[in-house]
Structure formats: structure tokens, C-alpha cells
């Protein structure tokens, strides 16, 4: 459904073409300070507008309905709405009995049984992730002094990103792209056995980013042509310091105090400047599909401020339940 | 936690070497069959025994407390248990204050402030999942006649799996591994928008099996090196079956209605027959562990239908949440 | 928490001196009919402006800004806000050390830190019910043709309530009332054990509606004068009906088919125009307050649609589940 | 359905003439002693024995089966088994078509198509609430020093009990009840707007024991004669308390720090000694059913414990998230 955590609780709702897209927050201390602009540095990271991503452009200046009085939370459910309006929509009625491939037009036809709104992608548009951001905005100040750090590593298997951009562009092609997170300052001990490790909360909110097709913790994949002898982090010290890292910080789906990181793979948009082969929903006829519209080249680009939020949103919600569940004082007890 | 699920919810209960293990599962529809014999063939598959699995021999026979009735679910809460009987604890007293590396032991002290129970493992262990498996078991027949199979597709960098096990016992060494999973006549529409994509629910129990360190759907990480039309899947008819399945199944976290298709990344496991170095938890002294016991050399072995049980078990509670909110029919409204 | 229901989810949030009120429904079946006109009618009843209610007049029009698309429901996350305008928050200011005797003005205050706004009662406030009318009007939709309908029976004690409230006006002070909520037609087998009896969920949201203070099913408090023989409702059809109907329609919290039947107690406000004793939070000196502000002489005439509505709320979830975990087909089902 | 909390979560499990019933609880702090013989007490107050209570003896002696290490919570899931030993199902196989009066019987066949487990109530039947007690025996460690005590103040209309219990069992009848509960040394500030009020979640759980037809808190229904001026409690110090107690310690669903009082209505039992009415479910012919088997005449006498435990319960889930959402220290932010 479209809440995610259990004690910070996040909701996200709009659509890519209606009113407004925004994000609802549950559960959230009062007493944070949130002032509007400690909202503009992710926002503006995340948003459109260098080569490769689309010409779109939407101010994302947050709205502020509920839950925040005199700049500070108040415990009390936090409305957080964006405005979309540069809309064009014309497009959209006519492909709409055309599904887009890769995209989730046709599972909505159907799972929706037609009453989607399917203007812009509706609600499965990259843009419901603003919300996520703004969420992850408030989510960083619950777990500061830790800190978060996405970077995008590679484009189109190449480095050199800005070359492989370039490349795209040339080709009128999408590319994909792998985003790396690092989070520094955990405490030891977040994560709830046996279905809330780390790394289950984590990929759970991150497939939740339309794009994501792959996600690994440490070495990952690389770990499968491991031994153990090689894998294995030596610990050198009682609070827990390793000499390797290929766990990426993480014993038993618990935080172990070292670097907590992961990498997700983002596939290639699907709407490019080509010609798209696909059906008539009705007729069943094969039809060219020119989708026009306005795309992102390399949706990568715009993932490390989304990445970084969503792992906010996981660890904040993790400290909260860890101050909840400590153990307990044996001066606490009878008997 | 130690629940998943929203309608079709299971509880994971137990220690490695406390009395026993088990599932309760709750929100199961009333009028499954489930005579005993029907776990067998996936407890059998997930057990040691061969080559490169540990030596503990556990029978692992469910016995159902509640909730089945002359062989049929009843709709109650159904408690399956698992006897633990072939246990030695004595090396967990010896070695609980110089934690394995790899392992728990070390967040799991820190967590619980020293209370977890910690012999083999407790509930960190891997023998957990005997419960996944006995709950996969009533999922499947829920999802009837959708198809799932996992298979164990290379170990450690190997496509010849007896060849590489036979290298890591040559060893002394423990390997890692990739397991596929695919499921088959899935209906279209399997997936909750925004947070409950079936990538997010399938990795979210896939990370709570205690080994993996990544996922990949479809095409996987090898998208990112693709353009987006080589990575589109074109729909070539209307029941929305696709030429190629890079998506591995899945759009916009909805199903498709093609093959669904993903990869884990199973790790090595910890503890080998080679000396481990480690500290002594009080004293902070290096130690060198030989740990003894009785370990997989390669747990990859045994995840393949754990894997299925998962997947199940998601698909399971997806497809009660589809039924609930089918299109609501015009006729049943006023105005 | 600010969420309730497990399928049919609604979310409510805003404060009463805020930007705004409103409610989001997560949850709701695709295709339902929700033309703005709809939640006229329980939204007016709703409203104050008849002798022995508040002066403060809202408009109440509802702004949907999410999940509806041509008039229908699209499946994704509706979010309905509700504007403050008629604001007079001066008081508040005024009387912000001195709470309110009957308020939640304390105890927010503790709770929170300080950090609640404390205009109007903050999230405290009736004003929040507005949002469970209107996702009522949503509910009310789904469980048709079931039809649910509250009246008020009583007030300060009195079957004649006009008079009643010409008293409590003339004294200057105000009075409680017995609200009754009857649901007709509703299918047998609503309610789901253990937990979530249909007295269990009626009554959580029954709750969280201010100033209720007691809640009874069927013969209620009465029952416990009855003997088992006077109690029992025998039952004189296959079809469920009983002779009497004492259980008011619930056995074993499972609708029975029979007439949903339950009466609530509501308080007398605690704002009156009288002068109310305190204390100063910080001094601990007593204070003789006058409260002043606009506020209903007896609630208990604004709550029969609000419980009509979280009645509603309620059975649409139960409605929604009961779909989901309908009795397995037995030729669904391999041996 | 059969889960109950947020954190500290609780699962129902079991049939009343199944092979045990039992309680999984699930969010339990680390480190709380729980030696078997703390459940003693407790446990024996539920059982039957006294006159008016069922000639069925179970020795109700729990087995911890789980999440418990060296007599201490360990912080994994903790299974308490209570087997069945006492069971006489013969009646159950005569009756199963003629459904008992007053009983979860019909609806239970209808919810469940038939394949319920009908022996002794199945699952709706008050054996299940030994589970509860034994929760609460841990939930009453958490919320300590706070003390609850429940007792039965009225039975048959009558204060006098004894009286009233040998008046029943003269007119082989059987009679109900009301319990009043007390809670004294809450902290301010439990309970968690807006749906999760105290009243909300003591009330939730209160209707999940089987029998109970109302509650009210504080003044309860009488607070409906009352006025504003009346009902108010004047606030007399800055620590909260208050001249009288009408609100029953709670303002705003919030705990403020005054005695928790509330009142239950207990139903008197369905089965008895008298020839019961009622109708064949297949051939719809009017029956006469001497039920026979074995009984309460009245429960009411043996819910104080359970009532107790279930407010414990709740107390001991709200204490912890209270920990996890304390007001945020500004020394702790950036800005």
C-alpha cells in the first residue's frame, strides 16, 4: 500500500498530472526544527534540469499543511504537498490505448480496470518521489549526527558519466546507471530480526523508486565468488571495528557500527526519442508508438538525493524503535 | 519485526538450539487442505545432508498446534512447530564472549544488552527458515496453479556446482552462491502501489533469510550497461505478453502476467573449518577462534526452497489483497 | 496513531487553528462514483449552527486532491482537505498556561513538550472529524446497500431533546447526550476474531471521536440484569434471524445478519460560558478562567453522522476483508 | 484478526477443544525476568473452581516455548502453550447442526464455510483468553510500578455477589455482570492521537474477550445527565491532578496522570441448564437443545484477571512507544 514504517510512518499520495503530489508523516517527535529551506538542498538535487534529464520543470517549493506550528514539529500528522504545474497532458489521451513498453500503463489498465489516471504514469510517476525526498529531509535531522551519501558511480557501464551522458544523447537513447549509498555514524544495533534486517527495510522502500531493478548490500554479488576465509570482516577492536567492510555494516540484518553501504542498479528509461513498437488494447492491432512527451535520458541522475532519503526514512524509523525496545533495567523489576 | 504480511501474515518464531521452531500464520482462508504429508518434499529439499551442508541431522516433522481441522484450514491461526533435537551448545558456552566474525554474535550482544540467547546463533540462525518453508508450503496452494522453482544456478563463480563444492571441502573453505527463482502463471496486477511493488515485498523476506546480499529482478544489474531500447520489452499482444522479459515479469512493481524472474546473492558462509580471528569482547584481546561445531560449507545449497516459500508467501498475500479490491462494479452504485 | 483500518485505511490530520483539516484513504476499490456532491448531505449535518451549537461557522467544502480521476475512484491514495477560514485564535494565546479543565490542553502540553499548537485544541479538536465524514461518504459506498442510520435519544437525560437544550442554554451551561447507531443489511459474517471484533474496531474509532465516554452493543449495560434465558435471541431461520435481538447483531463479534445496534454516551462540553477553576502551569497558581471563544453547548447534536461515518469506515474494511478470505474452493485445490 | 499492538505485539492462537491454546508475543524488551512462577497468581484468578463457574478443570500450567533464555525476555518472540487436557467434545458432534443460541456458532459456520473447528467454540471460545492472562503477567512487568486492579462489583443487578450467584444456580440460569478496573500510577501523557486513544485501544481489546456488551470510562453513560460544570474535573496543581475523577484519568485520549477507571458490561453466559430454541441449519426445522456438556453460569466471576491483563496490555505497548516519540532535544539538531 502507500504508507511505509511503523512508528515514523510515511504516506505518499498524488499523481504525476493532478493537483498536487506530496507526502503525509506519521509518528514524527515534536520539537524538530523545519524551517522551509532546509528543504530546497535535496529538492534542488533532485530536480530536473542538467543534460540527460527531462525538460519538465517544476519549482517543488514545499506546502507545509499540518503537523509544524511556529517552525518546529508537533507531533500531530506533518501534510507536506507539492503543486505540479507545468502539466501537459495532451498527450496521454491519445496513446492511452497504446501501453507504453516498460511501462506501467498496462498493468494499471488492467489491475485498475481502467479508472487509473493514466495521464503522465498517475500515481507509478517518478515524480511521487518529491514526497520521499521531503520526508527524508526531516528523517536526516532525526538521525543526525549520522550521515547519509549517494553517489551515481556509473552510466551505461562507463565511469565517466558525464562522457556516457553525452553518448546517450547522441544515440537519442536512454541509459541506465548504478547509484552507491554510504551512511557513516550509525549506532550498533538497528535492524529487528527476523523480517525488518536493515537490508529488508531498505530494498523494501528502495524497489519503491520506479527505475530500480537491483539492489546489493557490501560486496554483494561479487561476495558469491568469495570464500569465506575472504568475506569474512575480522573484527579488531570491542566496539566493533572490522578491517574489511564486505558486509557493508550490517551482522544479522543489524547495524555493526561500521559503514553501512549498498548500490542500486537503475534501468534505462523507457520512453525515448525512438520509435516504440506495441499493441492497441482494444484491437489488439501492432502500432508505432512516438511518445513525445518529455523524458529523462538517465533517470540515474536523479537517484542519490531519493536514495540517501529513503535510507533516511528506514534508519530514523529503526532509531525510534530501538529507543523503545532497550533493554530493560533489572532496578525496573520486582523480584 | 517478527511478522510479514498484511492479509496473509506469518510470525517466525524460535532459537537454533532452544526448544524448537515454527510459524503461526494468521489470515489464512479456511478450506485448505493440508494434510501432513504435504510439507515433505520441501522440508526434505531444505534440509543438510549432502555434500557441503552441515552435519546437525534434525528431523524436522512439523507438528500443527491450531488452527487445521480434519486436515482443512479453519480460518484460525495455524501454529506449526519444530521439535529442535539434535543439539550440542557445549562450543557456545565456550566462545560467547569472542564473537565470530560474520555472524551475530556481536550485534546481537550489543542489541539485547547480553540477554539474546546464544547458542547457535539463536535466532539468527538459519535454521529459522524451516518455518518459511512449512508456511511457503500452504502459500503455494493458495496461489494454485501459479508455479515457482528456484535452482542454484552457479557457486562460487562456477556453473559446475559439484565441481565448486568439492574445491571449497578440498579447501577447508565455505563458498557463496546464485539462486533463481521463477514463477509462472501469474495472474496480471500482483502489487500494491507505491510502497508494496512485488520487488519490494519479494526483497524484503528474501533479506530476512540470514546469507543474502543482494537481489536482482529480470535483467538485473546487467541493465544498467543497456539502452533503453535494448531493455524495453515490447508488448506484442493484448493479454500483455512481451518478446523479451527484461523486466523479469514486472512493471511499475506490478506483474505482468510474464515469467517472474529474479537472483539472490547468497554469501559464503561464516564460520569454516580455518582459525578465525577475533577479540575478546570484555577484555578487547585478540583472540584466535576455532569455532568446531557443525557448519554449511555452502548454505547456498539449501536456499532454493526457501526461496520458493518466500515468493509464495508474498504472492500468497498479494493475491487475497487483489480480491479485496477488484474494480468496483457500476451496478453497485448509487447515482 | 493518525491511521486506522487495514485495507480500507484512512489517515486524518490538520489542526483545528491550522491551514486546514482533511483525511487520506488508502485503500479504496478503484471505479467508485465520488462526484463532489455526495458529501454534501453529511457534511451539512455535520455542521453547527442550530441552537446549542458553535458560532464558528466553516464552510466545509471538501478539495480532493489525489485518487479521484473523472469523477471515480482510481485505487490510489484519495487525499480530501477541508480550509480553515473562520480562525479566531486570539483566546488561545490569552489561555495558553492555563489549561482548560475537561481539555486535552494538559495533558498535550506534557506530552508534547510544549510543541502542540494549542490554537483551538490543535489536532484534539471535533473540527477533525470533518475528515471522518467525508471518507464516511466514501464507505457508505462501498458497504451499499447496507444502510446505516444514528440518532440522537437522549440529552441531559431528557427523550425530549429541544428542551433539554432550551435548559442547558438558559443555565448557561451545557450537557451530554446518548447518540444510537443503527446498520441494516448488512451480510453475516463481518468481524474478524479474535481481535478484531466488530465491537472491537466500532468501538476504537468510536473513541477517537472527542467527548465520548461510553459505548454499549445490543442490550448493552442492561444485559448484565438479564438472566442467559431473557438474553439469548433465539435464532427462527436458517437465515440467521433471531426473535429478540438483545446481542444487537453481533455473536462472537460477527455480524449475524440480524441489526447492527450499539448507543454511545457523549460528555457535556467542557468549554461553558461559566467561569472555569485552573491552575498556571508554570506558577501552579489557581486562576479563575474565562474561556470565552464560540463553542457547542452539547456535541452530542453534531455526532450522529460522525457515527454513522466511522460506522461506515469500519464494516467497508470488514466488507474488503471478508472478499479477500472468503472459504477456499475445494477444485481450486491439488489434493 | 489474531495480532493485537504496535510494538509490543500480541498473537491469540489456539482452539478450545484443539490439541492447546496459546499466546505469541512478539516487540518484548530484553532482559525482563519471567521465572514460571510469576504466572501463578494470575492464572489461577481466571480459572474455574468457585460456584458458578464450569465443572471443566484444566491445570492452564504454561510452557514457555520460546524467547526466554536463563529465565529472562531475550527480545526474540516469546510462545506461551497451555495444552488442552480436560476436553469432552461428544456434545460437540451431536449439536454442530443445530446452532446454540447466543453462541458464535452460526456465524461461525457461515464466515467459514463450514470448516471452523466447532468443538467447544473453536477459537471463540474463553479458554483463548488464558493467553491473555499470561501476556499480561509480562505487560504488568513492563508498565510496573503502575498497578492495576479490576473487580466485579455487580452481579444480577445485585452488589451482593454471593447472593446473587446462588440465586442463578437455584433458577438453572445464568446471570451477568458488571467489572470496574483501576489503573493508579500511569505517567501523564500515554496514548497517541488520533485514532489511538486510550479509550480506543482498552476498548479494542476489552471486546475481543468473549462476553462483554459495553463499556464507559470515568462517569461513563451518567456523565449524559450531567453538565459541563458538573462533569468537568478542576485541574488543582500543576502535576495534573484533579478534584474529582468523572473524566476517569483520561482527557483527550490521553493519560493525565489520575486513576484509569473504566467499566464493563459482561453478558450472562448463552449456555445453561434450560432447554434452548433454535433451528436446524440444513433442514431449517425448530429444535429443542438440551446443550448439556459444561458451563459457567457466570462469567462475569472469572474476568477480573483478564480484564487486568488486557489493560496491561495496552499500558505496556503505549509506554513504549511513549519512549520512542519523546519531545526531540534542540541539542541534538543542527540549527
Redesign the interface.
Request: contains cysteine; proline residues 7%.
Given at each position: 500500500?502507500?504508507?511505509?514504517g511503523?512508528?515514523f510512518?510515511i504516506?505518499?499520495?498524488?499523481?504525476s498530472h493532478?493537483?498536487?503530489?506530496?507526502v503525509?508523516i506519521?509518528?514524527c517527535?515534536?520539537?524538530?526544527?523545519v524551517?522551509l529551506e532546509?528543504f530546497t538542498v535535496d529538492l534542488e538535487r533532485r530536480k530536473s534540469g542538467t543534460p540527460g534529464t527531462t525538460k519538465r520543470k517544476e519549482e517543488d517549493l514545499p506546502t507545509i499543511?499540518?503537523?509544524v506550528?511556529k517552525e518546529?514539529?508537533?507531533?500531530?500528522?506533518i501534510?507536506i504537498?507539492f503543486e505540479n504545474k507545468d502539466i501537459d497532458s495532451s498527450v496521454y489521451e491519445r496513446i492511452k490505448d497504446t501501453?507504453r513498453?516498460?511501462?506501467?500503463d498496462?498493468?494499471?489498465f488492467?489491475?485498475?480496470?481502467?479508472?487509473?489516471?493514466y495521464r503522465g504514469?498517475?500515481?507509478?510517476s517518478g515524480r511521487?518521489t518529491v514526497g520521499l525526498v521531503a520526508a527524508g529531509v526531516i528523517a536526516k535531522?532525526?538521525i543526525?549526527p549520522a550521515k547519509i551519501e549517494a553517489k551515481l558511480i556509473?552510466?551505461?557501464?562507463l565511469k565517466n558519466i558525464d562522457e556516457a551522458i553525452t553518448l546517450?544523447l547522441e544515440?537519442r537513447?536512454?541509459?541506465?546507471?548504478?547509484v552507491e549509498c554510504r551512511a557513516q555514524g550509525l549506532p550498533?544495533?538497528l535492524?529487528?530480526?527476523?523480517?525488518?534486517?536493515v537490508?529488508?527495510?531498505i530494498?523494501?522502500?528502495?524497489?519503491?523508486i520506479?527505475g530500480?531493478?537491483?539492489?546489493?548490500?557490501?560486496?554483494?554479488?561479487a561476495?558469491?565468488?568469495?570464500?569465506?576465509?575472504?568475506?569474512?570482516?575480522?573484527?579488531?577492536?570491542?566496539e566493533?571495528h572490522?578491517r574489511t567492510n564486505n558486509?557493508?555494516g550490517i551482522?544479522?540484518?543489524?547495524?555493526?557500527g561500521n559503514e553501512l553501504v549498498f548500490r542500486v542498479?537503475?534501468?534505462?528509461?523507457?520512453?525515448?526519442q525512438?520509435v516504440?513498437?506495441?499493441?492497441?488494447?482494444?484491437t489488439?492491432e501492432k502500432v508505432d508508438l512516438e511518445v513525445g512527451g518529455r523524458h529523462d535520458v538517465c533517470i540515474?541522475l536523479r537517484i542519490p538525493p531519493i536514495l540517501e532519503a529513503v535510507t533516511a526514512i528506514v534508519l530514523a524509523d529503526l532509531m525510534?524503535?530501538?529507543?523503545?525496545?532497550?533493554?530493560?533495567?533489572?532496578q525496573?523489576?520486582?523480584?
Open positions: 500500500m502507500n504508507t511505509f511503523r512508528l510512518r504516506n505518499i499520495l498524488g499523481e493532478g493537483d498536487c503530489v506530496g503525509l506519521d509518528g517527535p515534536p520539537g524538530i526544527s524551517p532546509i499543511k499540518s503537523g506550528f518546529k514539529t508537533t507531533g500531530a500528522p501534510l504537498l501501453p513498453p516498460g511501462h506501467a498496462f498493468v494499471a488492467k489491475k485498475y480496470g481502467g479508472f487509473n489516471d504514469g498517475g500515481i507509478f511521487l535531522k532525526i543526525f556509473e552510466v551505461g557501464g546517450a544515440n537513447d536512454s541509459v541506465g546507471g548504478i550498533i544495533g535492524g529487528e530480526p527476523f523480517f525488518d534486517s537490508e529488508s527495510l530494498s523494501h522502500i528502495v524497489f519503491s520506479p530500480i531493478k537491483g539492489i546489493e548490500f557490501g560486496a554483494g554479488f561476495c558469491t565468488n568469495m570464500t569465506g576465509s575472504e568475506f569474512n570482516d575480522v573484527i579488531i577492536d570491542r566493533g572490522t558486509a557493508g551482522n544479522g540484518g543489524i547495524t555493526n542498479a537503475v534501468k534505462p528509461p523507457s520512453s525515448t525512438k516504440l513498437e506495441t499493441i492497441h488494447i482494444k489488439n540515474a525510534l524503535i530501538a529507543q523503545a525496545l532497550i533493554p530493560f533495567k533489572q525496573s523489576q520486582k523480584t
